[in-house]
């Protein structure tokens, strides 16, 4: 009877993926808001944390500042579970440097 010796797979050192670490310049969060509004304009919350993003990539101290509101209540409006006002989100969005647009479809 022969003993093998089974070898693990060495572990991985990985760290979780934030997309707020790439959202590093006005364009690139207009794109990724843009985006988000184009393939998931039903999705409320979905909409919701892509503004979440957003602050974060920001500074969700600096966009507090600039709209006026505390970051616990944005960190709580702009989470996935949130359903921030529209006055909220139009504040962010002047706070990102981001404009919402109509398009006739």
Known sequence: MTTEKTLSPPK???SPY???DHLRTPEDMA???DAWLESADDDISGIARAFGDLARAKGMSQVAR???LSRESLYRALSENGNPSF???LKVARALGVRLRAEAT
């Open 18 to 20: 934030d997309v707020a």
């Open 66 to 68: 600039d709209t006026g």
């Open 31 to 33: 794109a990724y808001l």
């Open 87 to 89: 006055g909220t989100v």
């Open 12 to 14: 991985a050192n990985t």
